[in-house]
């Protein structure tokens, strides 16, 4: 009787737990069951890790201060000093010079009506049809100076009685509006009075990648994240080598081949489908700015423009500049007192006053500051900043979108020789600036803009996108305005519309020895480096669970299920250097680096039975592992961890209490067969 009693007693119990275990198992998630076994391995789409991942292309998060990059890094002293008594003449809208009384008195100890200036206008030498040249300049005859008066000259080449100092010659670029260019835009302006006029400002700075941005622009980016509605491309990559066949696609929609190529040097590039000349046909006012003359983007070993590209055109002031004493007086980076990057942000800033509401395009490109060096980036933060600021503060922004970026960066130096190097010249930084009133109104383009950060983009996806806003407010469906958009704009899609997530390099017309995006194929899961990798992933759990050790049960290693090991393609490792823009392209390859790879790694833990996938970055120069941040489960785990609150790590607590129910459970089992 006592041993029927006994029988049925476990009997009942065990019904009663296997019930208990049905309900656990359906009251929150479902515990792993067989099925998971045959779980399809997927690609799960974070960022962890990395600064772009998709299913498309996967683009590792490098650090800026990487030890293998840290001898090349350095932190300037900022701002830039130019030796030399401050400049007492300012300039301001509409071609207005103005005095600083304080500095004329402190400076040069002179009172204003001691003072006698005399200018010549600088002028582009138009030359005859035949030697025409983009490349030359004149002086116009000589007036008396008028402070406080609007002038008609645009470039001034100031000389100055200085009484018991020396004669003063000083350069100064103005901003004056123009009778025969306002008459024109607003005759177009007529005609497109159904056209909501956004302003377009893009600044170009040479050279700077995306990581050399964060590590010498830190005013910059604290003050664009802090007080701009601000859209970064993270996947943005350049197209071709160098500055010029950069700017082209940005500028055209079309890769440089398409206008021109080496054969054809003594080209004019007035015929060329820029940009701002779909913007000036909508009355739109354009301004073309560029220093270091020698190494202008269409100037250097080539023969510029036959005819002005703009309304306001910023090439003769550099050509003048460029040849006088003053320039050779003067240390580098300098015009006299003054750094040239904040000669050039001036003009810019005094052309944006002048147009006030009327509509324009401004594009401006700096060079000769961070052209040839890394840490001389570090220079540029202040101005640009400054820049930034004023903008702001003064409401330009609100009419305007503006965008801020670079070419490509650092093409030389030993930085280059590095792996991460050879990432950054590929990667230049770019930001885009929208008022907050657009994009309150076109939420579905503040959306897209939002997720096209985690997108492979290019040049062409902004010419795309100027070609799109330029089209955006016509009374036409949106069909319309795609066949526009597919057919000035043939090789990129616009920021307005999500760019698909699956965009590989080829899609997006980057060639090969420029594609920044990781290959990925499967590799054996007995490899030793697998192993290790996988150890890597059980140990980084494991520390996460440390401070619940008392309630979750330590996770041991179960299978490796798959293994799939990521880097750049071949080309890149083993790219050496560009050669020529388009004749007999080709590329140098050399021998391939030493570079860390990353293994996306899934595997299968004990005793909980998890299915948990994570990215482990094997560095074969100093042999470590390290786990780049965020593991996924890939199974549900529902009450496995009810012991613990914690969100974070729910999905890795096997809670201590389900170890000792199926102890007790297997004993029972063990019982009723005795």
Not at 168 to 177: E, G, K, M, R
Not at 335 to 359: A, C, G, H, V, W
Not at 525 to 544: H, K, P, R, Y
């Amino acid at each position: 009787m006592g041993s029927l009693m006994r029988r049925t007693f476990i009997i009942l119990s065990t019904f009663s737990l296997l019930g208990l275990v049905i309900f656990l198992s359906y009251s929150g998630d479902e515990i792993i069951s067989e099925s998971s076994k045959h779980l399809q391995i997927k690609w799960l789409i974070d960022n962890h890790g990395f600064v772009l991942n998709t299913p498309g292309c996967q683009i590792p998060d490098w650090d800026p201060y990487d030890p293998s990059v840290l001898p090349f890094i350095s932190k300037v002293k900022s701002p830039y000093k130019c030796p030399g008594r401050p400049q007492f003449m300012n300039t301001k809208a509409n071609g207005v010079i103005s005095l600083d009384h304080k500095l004329l008195s402190f400076y040069y100890g002179m009172h204003p009506n001691n003072l006698s200036c005399t200018y010549r206008p600088i002028l582009r030498d138009p030359g005859t049809e035949k030697d025409r040249t983009d490349n030359k300049y004149v002086l116009g005859s000589s007036k008396k100076l008028q402070f406080g008066v609007p002038l008609s000259d645009e470039f001034l080449m100031v000389k100055c009685s200085m009484g018991d100092f020396p004669n003063l010659t000083q350069f100064i670029p103005l901003v004056p509006l123009k009778p025969d260019v306002e008459e024109e835009k607003n005759a177009k302006s007529q005609h497109s009075l159904n056209y909501e006029k956004l302003n377009i400002i893009i600044v170009g700075i040479d050279s700077v990648s995306k990581l050399n941005f964060l590590r010498h622009f830190r005013k910059t980016h604290r003050f664009l994240k802090e007080n701009l509605s601000s859209f970064e491309l993270k996947g943005y990559t350049k197209v071709a080598d160098n500055t010029f066949p950069n700017l082209v696609p940005l500028l055209t929609g079309h890769f440089i081949e398409h206008y021109w190529n080496e054969s054809i040097q003594d080209m004019f590039f007035d015929d060329i489908d820029f940009i701002w000349k779909n913007y000036s046909e909508r009355g739109y006012r354009t301004l073309f700015a560029e220093d270091a003359p020698h190494i202008a983007t269409f100037n250097y070993l080539k023969r510029g423009f036959r005819d002005p590209p703009a309304d306001y055109y910023f090439r003769p002031f550099a050509l003048a500049v460029e040849k006088s004493a003053v320039r050779r007086g003067s240390k580098v980076n300098c015009l006299q007192s003054k750094l040239e990057m904040d000669i050039l942000y001036n003009y810019l800033k005094d052309f944006i006053k002048t147009m006030n509401n009327r509509p324009f395009f401004a594009f401006t490109f700096v060079a000769r500051l961070t052209h040839d060096s890394l840490n001389a980036a570090g220079y540029a933060d202040e101005p640009t900043f400054h820049l930034l600021r004023n903008l702001h503060d003064n409401g330009a922004l609100n009419t305007s979108l503006m965008i801020l970026f670079s070419d490509h960066g650092i093409r030389f130096g030993p930085i280059r020789q590095t792996y991460i190097g050879k990432f950054e010249e590929r990667m230049p930084f770019i930001y885009l600036f929208f008022p907050t009133w657009f994009l309150q109104k076109y939420p579905e383009f503040a959306e897209n803009l939002r997720r096209n950060q985690e997108r492979l983009t290019t040049p062409f996806d902004i010419h795309a996108t100027l070609v799109h806003l330029l089209n955006v407010t016509r009374q036409s469906d949106f069909s319309e305005e795609n066949i526009t958009i597919s057919r000035l704009s043939p090789n990129g899609l616009s920021l307005l519309e999500e760019i698909p997530k699956e965009r590989t390099c080829e899609q997006a017309n980057i060639l090969p020895h420029w594609c920044p995006c990781q290959t990925h194929r499967p590799v054996p899961v007995t490899e030793s480096v697998v192993v290790n990798c996988a150890l890597a992933l059980i140990d980084t759990i494991n520390e996460q669970l440390k401070p619940y050790e008392n309630v979750c049960t330590p996770l041991k290693m179960g299978k490796i299920l798959d293994a799939r090991f990521g880097q750049a393609n071949d080309m890149v490792l083993r790219f050496v250097k560009h050669q020529n823009d388009v004749i007999n392209r080709h590329v140098v390859l050399g021998q391939k680096i030493n570079a860390p790879g990353d293994y996306l790694l899934v595997i299968s833990v004990n005793p909980s039975g998890g299915i948990f996938e994570g990215t482990v970055r094997y560095d074969m120069e100093d042999g470590t592992y390290r786990v780049l941040d965020d593991i996924s489960r890939l199974n549900v785990y529902g009450n496995q961890s009810v012991c613990i609150n914690s969100a974070r790590i729910r999905k890795f607590c096997y809670c201590r209490s389900q170890t000792l129910f199926h102890k007790f459970f297997r004993t029972m089992r063990n019982s009723s067969h005795a």
